[in-house]
């Protein structure tokens, strides 16, 4: 079965240190998203991609950045890990733009990433 | 102002009591509607999407959109205890490429 998987799931860092977050999807999707989620603010948008060598930044993209070299994967890097940074981060891919009647536009998540910065 | 509020709860029904869950935006701009439930520690995954104002039906669960006051709801019938999770509206302008804009989420419980 096609799925979209992160890892690591719980990842303990110091505050100064580079670490990345790796999503892989198998559902051949062009679009894929990160969200971090915190209590009080829901789901924030980070970045997002529509396809290979394309990267956007969304609400909350300040010290992270991503790359897309294939369709399957997008990985985030935290360059300079924050505290502020501790938090949950999900990644989601979707089949492309709303523009098509037949594309509900659901993003499918991945099951998460906690990642604390002490 | 947040462009999508969502009351955060915790929301604690007893098993079978109708569930009523709202979110209001300010973007008039917005069309495409919908609401992900998430469980604890787990990814949200959708529950129902509509592009429309008025109503929409899936087995105990229904969306409602009213455009003109910028307010989406979801009730949810006859609650099972496997209904207790957090859930989040998410809302986007149309062919925005999957760009949704999320609530807060509203945990609820349902007491057996």
Known sequence: ?118 | QKEVEQDPGPLSVPEGAIVSLNCTYSNSAFQYFMWYRQYSRKGPELLMYTYSSGNKEDGRFTAQVDKSSKYISLFIRDSQPSDSATYLCAIAVWAAGNKLTFGGGTRVLVKP
């Open chain 1, 1 to 118: 079965d096609a799925e979209i998987t992160q890892s690591p799931r719980h990842k303990i860092t110091e505050t100064g240190r580079q670490v990345t977050l790796a999503c892989h999807q198998t559902w051949n999707h062009n679009n894929m998203f990160w969200y971090r989620q915190d209590l009080g603010h829901g789901l924030r948008l980070i970045h997002y991609s529509y396809g290979v060598q394309d990267t956007n930044k969304g609400e909350v993209s300040d010290g992270y950045s991503v790359s897309r070299s294939n369709t399957e994967d997008l990985p985030l890097t935290l360059e300079s890990a924050a505290s502020s940074q501790t938090s949950v981060y999900f990644c989601a891919s979707s089949e492309s733009s709303l523009a098509g009647i037949s594309n509900t536009g659901e993003l499918f998540f991945g099951e998460g990433s906690r990642l604390t910065v002490l």
